[in-house]
C-alpha cells in the first residue's frame, strides 16, 4: 500500500466479510433475538450488495473493457469452490444421481453451498448490467430497478404477493429454477449499476443521509417481520437507497488500492463455512462445545478468527507460490501515454474535416502496443484500423477491438477462412491474388490496392480492365480502393509534381470505376505525410500511422503544423557507476578511453532492446537528472555507457531517458532515430519485446 493512500473500500471489504459471517453463525442469539435479528437480518444485508458494487464500480473504473477477465476470473473461482465445498456435500448427501435438474439448479443458481450463491450470481449479472448500461444511465437503472422490485416481491414481500393468485403461481414457477430472487437477475445488477454510478456522482452529506436511509430500512424490516412477510430477507426497498449512499460515501473517501485487504475478505467469504465445520468438530472433541457453538458470541469469535487466519494462510501460500512478476521499470521500458494517443487522434480528425481516419497500427503500433492504442483511439472516436498481418488484425479481434481492420499486406488466399472468421478486411495485391481469394469462397471483404507509381503491391491504376474484372469478382464484398504515395514526405518540386501526378492517376481509376457503374467503396490515399503535406478532400479515409503517435519520420519540416505530442518514451536505469583514471578504457575493444577523471554510468539497455551498437560512436545522447549525458564506446548486447561526468547525484537506480522529457530537457524520437542513421518508423518498431510496456493515463 502505497504512502498517503486511504483504500477505504477494500479495507472496507474486511468488515463485510465479517458481516456475512454474522449471517451464519448467528452472534446475539443467545443473548437477545431481536438484537440477533438487527444484526444478522438488517444491518449485515450491507456485506453482499457492497461486494457487488465494488465490482460495478471497478468495472466502471475500467470503462467495462475487463468483463470477460471478470467473469473468467469468478467463472475460475466458482469451480475451485465447487470442488472445495465437494466433500461436505457429499457427506450431507446433498447431490443424488436421481435428481440431475436439482443438480444444475444449485450448479447455475443457488451455489452448491449456501455462500456460494454469489459467485453463480456475478456470473450472470455482470452481463445483464453490462447490457443494461448501454441503455443509458435512466434506462438501464429503471430496468435493473425494475427487476430488483420483482425480485423483492418474491423476497421480503412475499407474504403480500402470495395474497395474489396469478403472483403466488408465478413465484412458485419461478422457485423451481431459483430458490431465492436474490440471484444474478433481480438483485445482482442494480447493485452493479449503483456501484457504476458512484464513479459519477459525489453526493453531499452522504453519511447522514446513509444513517438516514439505514434507520428507515430498519423500521421497514421490522414492520416486514411484525406482519410475517418475509420469505427470506435479503431484499429491501429502502436498501439500494441505502446503499447508494453509503457507497458514495466511502468511494469519496478513498484513494488506492490494498489487494491484501482485498484477497483477505475474498477467502474469508470462501472458507467461513469450512471453519464453521471445523470449530464444531475441534470443540467436540476438547470438550468445548459450550464455549465455542452454544455460545453465540464464543462461537461467532471462533469462526471469525479461524476463518481470517486460515484466509491469511492461504495468502500467503498463494504469495510464495506465485510466479514472481519483475516491476516493468526494472530494467528498460516504454512508457506509453494513452491520453496523448487520445488527443493527437482528436487533433488528426479535426484536421482531416470531412474525411475519416484510419489508424494505423502495424507493428505493434510502431512499438505502443496495438491492443492498447485502438483500444483508446476507438474512446476518441476512431472507427477504422489497419494493420500489416492478418495475424495482427486476429490479435485485435481477439481484444474485442471493434470497427473495420484492413490488412494492408499480403495473406495467402490458403488463409482466406481466417480473414473471414475474425472479420477482416484484406488488400488485394494484384489481379491474380483477387483471383484466387474469390476461389476460396463467398463473402470475402477486400480493398481493391492500385500501384500509381511505387511499383510495390497493388494492380496498375492504368490498367482499368484489370480493375473493373476485379469488382466484378462475385465470391468478393469489395469495401474500398486505396494507392499509397511514395515521396509525400518530401519537398523537392519533383517530388511534389510525382505526388500530384500519382494522386490523379489515383483519382482517375477511381473514377473509371464509378463511370463502370460500381460503388468503389471507401476511398483512401493519403498517409501521415500525405496530410502534413497534402489534401485530404474528396477521400474518405486518411491511413495515418506515424503521426498518430506524435512523431514523424525524421525532423524535416511539413506544410500543415499540428499540435501533436508525443506517445512514447524509453527509459532504463543506471546499474552502476564507477570511477576512470585518464588513460583506462571501458568496453568492447576499449573503444572509449578517458582523457580525464571521468564517471561512467552503466545503463541497463543495450542493442538486444534496440539501441544500435554504435549508437554513442554516432553522438548519441541521454537525458539523467534533467541534464543531457553522452553514451560513450559500443553498445553492449544488454547495457550502454554513459559518461555522467558533469552530471550531479547519479547512483544505482537512476532513471535514464533516452526518447522523451526529463526535467526541462526533451530528447525527441526524431533525434534519437537520426544518431541511429534511421527514422523513426524504424527506430520505435525495432524495440524488443522485453522492453516493457508502461501505460500512462
Not at 493512500?5 to 465479517?18: G, Y
Not at 512514447?568 to 570511477?579: D, G, P, W
Amino acid at each position: 500500500m502505497k504512502q498517503n493512500t486511504r483504500p477505504v473500500l477494500d479495507v472496507c471489504r474486511l468488515a463485510a466479510a465479517l458481516l456475512v459471517i454474522t449471517i451464519h453463525t448467528a452472534p446475539l442469539s443467545d443473548v437477545n433475538t431481536e438484537a440477533d435479528f438487527f444484526l444478522t437480518r438488517v444491518l449485515a444485508r450491507v456485506a453482499v450488495p457492497y461486494f457487488f458494487m465494488l465490482t460495478g464500480y471497478f468495472l466502471e473504473k475500467g470503462q467495462w473493457r475487463r468483463v470477460g477477465c471478470t467473469l473468467g476470473k469468478t467463472a475460475l473461482l466458482y469451480a475451485l469452490s465447487v470442488l472445495l465445498y465437494l466433500p461436505l456435500n457429499l457427506y450431507a448427501g446433498a447431490f443424488s444421481p436421481f435428481a440431475p435438474g436439482q443438480f444444475l439448479k444449485e450448479l447455475l443458481v443457488d451455489g452448491t453451498f449456501y455462500h456460494l450463491w454469489y459467485l453463480p450470481a456475478v456470473l450472470l449479472g455482470v452481463p445483464v448490467a453490462w447490457g443494461l448500461r448501454r441503455l443509458g444511465w435512466k434506462g438501464g437503472l429503471a430496468a435493473a430497478g425494475a427487476l430488483y422490485l420483482l425480485g423483492l416481491m418474491g423476497d421480503s414481500y412475499y407474504g403480500f404477493a402470495a395474497r395474489v393468485p396469478f403472483l403466488k403461481a408465478f413465484y412458485e414457477g419461478l422457485f423451481t429454477v431459483s430458490s431465492y430472487t436474490r440471484n444474478g437477475l433481480f438483485f445482482a445488477p442494480l447493485f452493479l449499476l449503483l456501484g457504476a454510478l458512484c464513479t459519477r456522482v459525489r453526493l453531499k452529506w452522504a453519511w447522514p443521509v446513509a444513517a438516514g436511509l439505514f434507520a428507515a430500512m430498519c423500521a421497514e424490516a421490522f414492520l416486514l417481520k411484525g406482519a410475517g412477510a418475509p420469505r427470506h430477507d435479503s431484499m429491501y426497498v429502502m436498501l439500494p437507497l441505502c446503499m447508494l449512499a453509503l457507497f458514495c460515501g466511502l468511494a469519496q473517501s478513498n484513494t488506492g488500492r490494498c489487494r491484501a485487504a482485498a484477497g483477505t475478505a475474498l477467502w474469508v467469504y470462501l472458507l467461513h463455512p469450512w471453519c464453521i465445520v471445523l470449530v464444531r468438530g475441534a470443540a467436540k472433541v476438547l470438550g468445548l462445545q459450550g464455549l465455542l457453538v452454544e455460545s453465540g458470541p464464543g462461537h461467532f469469535a471462533s469462526v471469525a478468527l479461524a476463518s481470517f487466519a486460515l484466509a491469511f494462510c492461504v495468502q500467503w501460500a498463494a504469495a510464495r507460490l506465485a510466479p514472481v512478476k519483475m516491476p516493468p521499470t526494472a530494467r528498460a521500458w516504454r512508457e506509453v501515454d494513452l491520453a496523448a494517443l487520445y488527443r493527437n487522434a482528436q487533433a488528426l480528425m479535426e484536421a482531416l474535416g470531412g474525411c475519416g481516419l484510419m489508424a494505423v497500427l502495424k507493428a505493434d503500433a510502431y512499438g505502443h502496443g496495438a491492443v492498447k492504442a485502438a483500444k483508446a483511439l476507438r474512446r476518441s472516436g476512431v472507427r477504422a484500423f489497419a494493420v500489416a498481418t492478418a495475424a495482427e488484425g486476429i490479435a485485435l479481434r481477439r481484444a474485442l477491438v471493434r470497427g473495420e481492420v484492413l490488412v494492408l499486406g499480403y495473406t495467402p488466399p490458403e488463409q482466406a477462412h481466417v480473414l473471414r472468421r475474425w472479420r477482416l478486411s484484406q488488400a488485394v495485391a494484384d489481379e491474380a491474388h483477387a483471383k484466387a481469394l474469390a476461389a476460396a469462397g463467398p463473402g470475402l471483404r477486400v480493398h481493391v490496392a492500385l500501384d500509381t507509381g511505387m511499383h510495390r503491391l497493388g494492380i496498375p491504376a492504368q490498367d482499368t480492365a484489370a480493375i473493373l474484372r476485379v469488382y466484378g469478382m462475385k465470391n468478393l464484398r469489395v469495401e474500398g480502393i486505396f494507392s499509397h504515395l511514395c515521396v509525400s514526405d518530401m519537398r523537392a518540386p519533383q517530388a511534389v509534381a510525382y505526388t500530384r501526378w500519382q494522386t490523379q492517376r489515383f483519382q482517375s481509376a477511381v473514377q473509371a470505376v464509378r463511370a463502370a457503374g460500381f460503388e468503389p467503396g471507401q476511398v483512401h490515399l493519403q498517409a501521415s505525410y500525405g496530410v502534413m503535406n497534402g489534401e485530404t478532400q474528396g477521400f474518405d479515409y486518411a491511413r495515418v500511422g506515424i503521426a498518430l503517435y506524435g512523431v514523424l519520420s525524421d525532423a524535416a519540416s511539413t506544410v500543415r503544423r499540428l499540435p501533436l505530442r508525443p506517445a512514447l518514451a524509453l527509459r532504463a536505469r543506471v546499474a552502476s557507476v564507477r570511477q576512470l583514471k585518464p588513460g583506462q578504457g571501458a568496453g568492447y575493444g576499449l573503444a572509449f578511453v578517458a582523457q580525464r577523471p571521468t564517471r561512467l554510468a552503466c545503463v541497463t539497455i543495450g542493442y538486444a532492446d534496440g539501441v544500435p551498437r554504435d549508437f554513442a560512436l554516432r553522438g548519441g545522447q541521454v537525458l539523467i537528472g534533467g541534464q543531457r549525458a553522452q553514451a560513450v564506446g559500443r553498445v553492449c548486447m544488454d547495457q550502454m555507457l554513459v559518461d555522467v561526468t558533469e552530471v550531479k547525484e547519479v547512483r544505482p537506480g537512476s532513471v535514464v531517458t533516452l526518447i522523451g522529457t526529463d526535467g526541462g530537457q526533451t530528447l525527441r524520437a526524431e533525434e534519437f532515430a537520426a544518431v541511429c542513421g534511421t527514422i523513426t518508423n524504424e527506430a520505435l518498431t525495432r524495440l524488443s519485446p522485453r522492453v516493457a510496456y508502461v501505460w500512462k493515463n
